[in-house]
């Protein structure tokens, strides 16, 4: 068992630059010591272990951010906006809280992205280091808005929770009179998450196509799907590439209700018991795919779904991408992936 754990880590290191394998290999390791053989975690040491950081007032990188709680939920958003062009002066406006007055723009676009943090539902948070990293860079590749939602999290959390919190963030983003722009205003939202955060944009995206919220797109990061079927792409690629099956099937028994298997609708797209999109107003969808991810098979039968239902969605398949190639910008992968999403985006 040792030799074969070494020869699948011998393999990683040659397909995966050594920062990006370093970051998701301590993860990983930290990942492992948080679950419980018992179904429980150690939320306790997850948020000890877990690099937090502020918002920024004061722009970094051109994109300040902040937090907003919703009163009536209580659920916290942390926002990402471009920072405004410096002044006469020669100076940045502070903060630019006193712009949450006006609609982002009376004459242009400017795209808002609700971001659903990855995690297998169960690790990460809106303002955990590498997803406050990638929003930003999100903000200023769309130069708009990223809101990222700080939702419930399982095992404590179970569904349909973090779809709720999904839910809530979409009708409190389109509430927002400063989120507006375009000559007929509106609030041009996207839904956006990797692993179990493009799971959940996909479940408010259907939530919001049955209830008429306007969506404009979902952009999901190899989103976290799966089933009561073994599927080749998971017998091959078992423990290979940071990810083993096992891992995959605790976090599922974490979040789906007990007692449930994972051809839950939640879990199983479109399987015996998923919903059928054909006729539904859904909106277009860019779903990611990594070639290295374990579960590639069930997200290649998520873009097979939508097609079958007759649903406008764009495949980009990375071959030799692992999961996280997007957190650091040290590949070329992580570029396609921004050239991409941009002009989607703008689309």
Same mark, same amino acid.
């Given at each position: 068992m040792a030799g074969s754990n070494e020869i699948n880590v011998n393999e990683a290191k040659k397909v995966v630059p050594l920062h990006t394998w370093i970051l998701i290999s301590n993860f990983k390791l930290a990942y492992n010591m948080l679950r419980r053989p018992d179904g429980t975690f150690n939320r306790e040491l997850a948020e000890f272990l877990d690099r937090k950081v502020a918002a920024n007032t004061v722009?970094?990188?051109?994109?300040? =951010?902040?937090?907003?709680?919703?009163?009536? #939920?209580?659920?916290?958003?942390?926002?990402?906006?471009?920072?405004?062009?410096e002044s006469d002066s020669g100076r940045q406006p502070g903060a630019g809280i006193l712009e949450l007055e006006n609609p982002l723009s009376t004459t242009e676009v400017v795209p808002v992205i609700i971001f659903f943090h990855g995690g =297998?539902? #169960? !690790?990460?948070?809106?303002?955990?280091?590498? $997803?406050? #990293?990638?929003?930003?860079?999100? #903000?200023?590749?769309? /130069?708009?808005?990223?809101?990222?939602?700080? $939702?419930?999290?399982?095992?404590? !959390?179970? $569904?349909?929770?973090?779809?709720?919190? &999904?839910?809530?963030?979409? /009708?409190?983003? !389109? =509430?927002?009179?400063?989120?507006? =722009? &375009?000559k007929d205003p509106k609030v041009h939202v996207y839904l956006a998450g990797d692993s179990s955060g493009g799971n959940i944009a996909h479940h408010v995206a259907v939530r919001a196509a049955e209830s008429g919220v306007e969506v404009l797109g979902n952009i999901l990061l190899h989103p976290l799907f799966g089933g009561e079927e073994r599927k080749e792409s998971e017998s091959k690629?078992?423990?290979?590439?940071?990810?083993?099956?096992? *891992?995959? *099937?605790?976090?599922?028994? %974490?979040?789906?209700?007990? &007692?449930e298997d994972r051809d839950h609708p939640a879990c199983n797209i479109f399987g015996p018991r998923g919903v059928d999109l054909k006729g539904v107003k859904f909106p277009k969808s860019l779903v990611v795919v990594a070639g290295l991810d374990l579960v590639q098979d069930?997200?290649?039968?998520?873009?097979?779904?939508?097609?079958? %239902?007759?649903?406008?969605?764009?495949?980009?398949?990375? /071959?030799k991408a692992t999961i996280g190639f997007y957190f650091l910008p040290n590949n070329e992968h992580f570029y396609t992936l921004m050239d991409v999403i941009k002009?989607?985006?703008s689309s």
């Open positions: 722009p970094v990188d051109g994109v300040y =951010s902040f937090d907003v709680v919703d009163r009536a #939920t209580s659920l916290l958003n942390r926002i990402y906006r471009c920072a405004p062009p =297998s539902f #169960t !690790h990460s948070s809106a303002n955990s280091a590498i $997803y406050d #990293t990638f929003c930003r860079r999100l #903000t200023a590749l769309i /130069k708009g808005v990223v809101v990222s939602v700080n $939702y419930r999290r399982s095992p404590e !959390h179970r $569904y349909p929770c973090a779809y709720e919190d &999904g839910w809530e963030a979409l /009708k409190w983003v !389109h =509430s927002r009179s400063w989120l507006l =722009s &375009g690629l078992d423990g290979k590439y940071f990810v083993r099956v096992q *891992d995959r *099937d605790w976090y599922w028994r %974490a979040f789906l209700p007990e &007692g069930w997200q290649l039968a998520y873009v097979e779904g939508l097609e079958n %239902a007759e649903q406008q969605v764009e495949l980009l398949f990375l /071959k002009n989607f985006v």
